[in-house]
């Protein structure tokens, strides 16, 4: 069973950064594309950037030229480099296999830009 750990959330100021890691548990994180997931308070849960297998990437354009994603596969481990961060990007960040499955949701990690 596949288990997912987001970390590296938190409070942040307009034009800061942070990263996000998401630790998979399982052996099928190396052979599959992965998905960072964002959903603020009143909203549908939003795709923000994913990566192949390969490491070919996409990017929701409300993030392009602001966010990185990049995967370890050695380590089972995704991240998501967030720059120039805003306070619309407020919200929870999860990762998740694309497209997801439901049964992998994490707890999430808590990302707040405010001054």
């Known amino acids: 069973q596949v288990q997912i750990v987001e970390s590296g959330g938190g409070l942040v100021q307009p034009g800061g950064s942070l990263r996000l890691s998401c630790a998979a548990s399982g052996s099928i994180f190396r052979f599959v594309t992965m998905g960072w997931y964002r959903q603020a308070p009143g909203n549908q849960r939003d795709l923000v950037a994913s990566i192949s297998r390969l490491g070919y990437t996409n990017y929701a354009d409300f993030v392009k030229g602001r966010f990185t994603i990049s995967r370890d596969n050695a380590k089972n481990t995704l991240y998501l480099q967030m720059n120039s961060l805003e306070p619309e990007d407020t919200a929870v960040y999860y990762c998740?296999?694309?497209?997801?499955?439901?049964?992998?949701w994490g707890q999430g990690a808590q990302v707040t830009v405010s001054s």
């Open positions: 998740n296999q694309n497209p997801p499955d439901g049964a992998y």
